[in-house]
């Protein structure tokens, strides 16, 4: 199973996954030049992308949408909700609908309902065989109910937008900052590092932060609060990275 965030950032996302002959992407929020681009940087081709898995309709996960499936023709898989959101898919014929869980072979993709400020919001546990990733990104928060489904799992890939006192301190207006705190905002460093407290188990080998905010975050402060946070609890976990705006993030290859 291959792994690959391709671009992680409020300016673009984009994972590739891989496994069984299956060559998926989760989102596609960047140009489709970059996304060829840094297909190749990992030696595969858009030609051979098999499905596209959207997470919710804001721009930066579903920029290229359009031209890739009129280039390309992959399956898209999206939620009824997210393709009424959609206008220009409308006639397009290789859709399908999703709801709690995708099949592919033995890659068994579950969604989780999340909180962010569109119609619909999804997340994803990924399963091949004894390989498990969770990616969770663009909430305002995590609902409980899921912790027990993406306990100890190997990877988890987790948004870690902002530091709240870099946003509440920084030039966006009150409006957005209320956004990006809110129910239905973003994950802060702190969020993050709680959730993880509650989720990482002996079974975790890498912990990967997503979707950090160019003027709200540095690495530093994600990294550093991750770990503060993990050592409040008693937890010492090493094997922490940010994934990148426009640089690839190998999160595993076997």
Known sequence: MKVCILASGSEGNST???????????DIG?????????????????????????????????????RFVKKYHPKVYLTQKMFFDLKNLEAYDNIIIYDDTIHLD???ITTIK???DVTDSRNFLIEDKNLSIVSITDTGYLNR?????????????????????????????????????????HLSNKDAGF????????QTKKIVLMHLSKENNTEEKAMETI??????YQIHFQNIICAKQNEITVVHND
């Open 114 to 116: 999340t909180s962010h």
């Open 145 to 185: 109910k899921y912790f027990e489904l993406l306990k100890n799992k190997n990877y988890y890939l987790l948004e870690s937008n902002h530091d709240i006192e870099m946003l509440m301190n920084g030039p966006y207006p009150k409006w957005l900052k209320t956004r990006v705190l809110g129910t239905s905002g």
């Open 30 to 66: 960047k140009n489709v030049k970059y996304i060829t681009e840094k297909l190749k940087e990992i030696d595969e081709t858009p030609e051979n992308i098999e499905a596209i898995i959207i997470s919710h309709t804001h721009n930066d996960h579903v920029a290229s949408l359009e």
């Open 227 to 232: 770990s503060n946070t993990l050592e409040e």
């Open 195 to 202: 959730y993880l407290t509650k989720l990482i188990g002996d």
């Open 16 to 26: 590739f996954i891989s496994s069984n002959n299956h060559k998926i992407l989760i």
């Open 106 to 108: 033995n890659l068994k």
